[in-house]
């Protein structure tokens, strides 16, 4: 039977099932075999992880020619200007070539759960948030693009992929759901 989980993975949590160094993995949430994550979420990022026992459905959302959108909330450090925005927009150049181009907007503080531990503040550094919708997922990228910017990443939480999103789920909640 064909099997697709919706998970709002937790900050720091690794995106797989095992670890020699009994980190939390996805096993401390899910208890459905034979379901693999399609792509990843880095141990220090929160959000929508997709999983599947359909490997076409797995290739779909993870080969690169897709451009399967990705859409994240990022907490940065600073407050960019309308340049710096535009920047990011048009692709950013890292040490593994430029970005694709990317939608960015300013957002509100939005309304989600709290993270612990809580991200670092600084009295004399105010946060942004920001919402970016990228069209590839190269190792880090969100974090590195923010980071050339000037206004590095504290917070990233992934809201969507392509058509499936996040939703109400809580960290450590999932769901089952349909292929589009």
């Not at 099997?3 to 797989?16: E, G, T």
């Not at 076409?56 to 450090?77: M, R, S």
């Not at 939480?157 to 349909?178: F, M, Y």
């Amino acid at each position: 039977m064909e099997q697709l989980v919706l998970l709002n993975k937790p900050y720091l949590v690794l995106c797989q099932f095992t670890d020699t160094s009994q980190r939390s993995t996805l096993a401390n949430y899910i208890s459905i075999s034979d379901i693999y994550p399609a792509g990843r979420l880095d141990y220090d990022s929160e959000g929508l992880v997709i999983l599947t026992n359909n490997g076409k459905l797995q290739h779909l959302i993870t080969d690169p020619k897709n451009k399967l959108p990705k859409t994240y909330l990022v907490q940065i450090e600073g407050t960019p200007n309308a340049n710096v925005l535009k920047q990011l927009a048009l692709g950013i150049k890292l040490n593994d070539g430029l970005t694709l181009p990317a939608e960015v907007s300013l957002i509100d503080s939005p309304q989600i759960w709290p993270r612990v531990p809580p991200i670092r503040e600084r009295k004399n550094i105010p946060t942004t948030w920001i919402k970016l919708i990228i069209h590839e997922g190269r190792n880090r990228q969100v974090r590195r693009m923010t980071a050339a910017i000037g206004h590095p990443t504290l917070r990233l939480i992934r809201t969507a992929i392509g058509e499936w999103k996040l939703g109400s789920l809580q960290p450590g909640e999932w769901q089952r759901t349909s292929c589009i």
